[in-house]
């Protein structure tokens, strides 16, 4: 008997504790992952739209995640024909010290000539501090401040409030630090191009300098174990703590996630990033071809056209969103207009934000209404 109302006493708190949960939780609604990291964040890939985070904007260590800016930086001067993808670096000294067991390496010796691809490859997945100092010497004219500044001047072009380097390597140092949110938009940017997707997304890997074969191993983890990941970049230091921006993608849609100081930095980025596919959906909120409104046809009384959407809008929708569409017609219409000729506009708002817009075009033609049309409108306006 005692027995029983014991268990009866723990069911009574089991279900209590499931309905004071419910409580909590609004219904349809998805509690956030469960992430230990000191800053965390989840974004979406496409349009940058902040989806979840904690301490987003705190400014902290980033450890060898600075190297997405290394190679960003390295691909835009790549891109305005400053520098050539098979452009020879020869390894200096200076960059040559960075290659012992202290640091992230791929083990370069002075002397060593590897090409500017193949330096990219080096500190995006091995992380190696060596090749990311040999390509800021190289990018920056010998001048590895220079190459520096360029890439505080691009963190300023991409609006990064919470980001500032020192180094190109990432070691801990006054002065450089990056936040959660910041690193999501580099890699956003960096992601623009196909050669990074590629490198951050390869596994394993070789370099070839003028006497050996580097073999390359990619140091996130979760390109092996999580299906969807299709990157980014790791960062370990003392400051940093274990760190990842991480990216998936399945179907149509794609996320990108940040954990700054996270001992278990892989498994936490798989949560958020199965979050991000769980909870949100990619979906047409304007569809192209269909009616979003009607437009009176000029000096024809009761006679209107149709306007439909010239494309789609997609967006990405959590669960009970709120979709507000806005449509505007053009105040003064063309006395004429063909199938197809512009005459509005949708506007599509998802929980207050924008998130995109699309013409609205006649889905008919009308003719220009002849003077006795004119005058009898005019006339009937006035009895009217």
Request: charged share 25%.
């Amino acid at each position: 008997m005692l027995r029983t109302s014991y268990n009866t006493a723990i069911l009574l708190a089991a279900l209590a504790l499931v309905l004071m949960l419910q409580a909590v939780v609004a219904p349809g609604a998805l509690a956030e992952p469960g992430v230990g990291a000191r800053s965390w964040v989840l974004a979406d890939a496409e349009s940058g739209k902040y989806l979840a985070g904690e301490n987003a904007s705190e400014r902290l260590s980033m450890g060898s995640t600075d190297k997405i800016m290394v190679a960003l930086v390295a691909l835009r001067q790549i891109e305005a024909g400053e520098v050539g993808l098979e452009d020879e670096v020869t390894v200096s000294g200076d960059a040559a010290a960075f290659a012992t067991p202290l640091y992230s390496n791929v083990g370069l010796f002075e002397g060593d000539n590897l090409s500017v691809r193949e330096l990219l490859a080096a500190a995006l997945v091995s992380s190696g501090n060596d090749a990311a100092y040999a390509l800021a010497e190289h990018l920056g004219g010998g001048d590895v401040d220079a190459f520096v500044e360029r890439m505080n001047r691009e963190a300023e072009l991409l609006g990064l409030e919470d980001t500032r380097f020192e180094n190109p390597t990432g070691l801990d140092a006054r002065g450089q630090y990056s936040s959660a949110r910041d690193l999501a938009t580099m890699a956003r940017a960096a992601s623009e191009y196909p050669l990074f997707r590629e490198l951050v997304s390869t596994d394993y890997t070789t370099i070839t300098t003028q006497d050996r074969e580097i073999e390359l191993v990619n140091t996130n983890e979760l390109l092996s174990t999580y299906p969807p990941a299709t990157g980014v970049k790791t960062g370990t230091t003392p400051g940093a703590g274990p760190s990842l921006v991480a990216s998936a993608a399945a179907e149509d849609e794609t996320y990108v996630s940040v954990v700054l100081d996270d001992v278990d930095r892989f498994a936490s980025s798989a949560r958020l990033l199965d979050y991000g596919f769980t909870v949100y959906d990619r979906t047409d909120l304007v569809v192209g071809g269909e009616q979003y409104a009607r437009a009176d046809v000029p000096y024809r009384r009761g006679e209107t056209v149709g306007l439909v959407a010239k494309w789609n809008v997609e967006g990405l929708v959590g669960k009970d969103p709120e979709v507000r569409r806005e449509t505007r017609v053009f105040e003064d219409l063309p006395g004429s207009a063909k199938k197809g000729m512009t005459l509005g506009e949708v506007l599509v708002e998802v929980d207050g934000e924008r998130v995109g817009e699309a013409p609205l075009v006649a889905s008919r033609g009308y003719d220009a209404a002849t003077l006795w049309e004119r005058v009898w409108y005019t006339v009937g306006g006035i009895f009217a």
